[in-house]
């Protein structure tokens, strides 16, 4: 069973800093574009970076020169590192990824979990 486990979330105060992670697991050929998104309460959810197998980023505009999204490739790992957080940036974040089982494969899409991140005093 292929899936996805974000972690890395928690309690931090505004201003500080957290780095996520998302690790993905079972019969995996290989892994297209990763990505990170959240969903506050109330709210869609919605975008947050992206990055593809050759390294190519996108960020949505209110998370980037805050936000970095990285990748290892050889540990089919995501990583966010999220720098100056503000409140608004509490959420439910969630890691993406489309992959291939085989190198013949259709293109699958899998959500992770997700993981709470709170910016809070």
């Known amino acids: ?41 109330g709210k869609q959810r919605e975008l947050v970076a992206t990055i593809t197998s050759g390294g190519s980023t996108n960020y949505a505009d209110s998370m980037k020169g805050r936000f970095t999204i990285s990748r290892e490739n050889a540990k089919n790992t ?12 509490t959420a439910v974040y969630y890691c993406n990824a489309a992959y291939k089982k085989f190198s013949w494969s259709v293109i699958y899409g899998i959500w992770g979990r997700g993981t709470q991140v709170t910016v809070s005093s």
């Open 1 to 41: 069973q292929v899936q996805l486990v974000e972690s890395g979330g928690g309690l931090v105060q505004p201003g500080g800093s957290l780095r996520l992670s998302c690790a993905a697991s079972g019969r995996i050929f290989s892994i297209n574009d990763m990505g990170w998104y959240r969903q506050a309460p």
């Open 78 to 89: 995501v990583y966010l590192q999220m720098n100056s957080l503000k409140p608004e940036d």
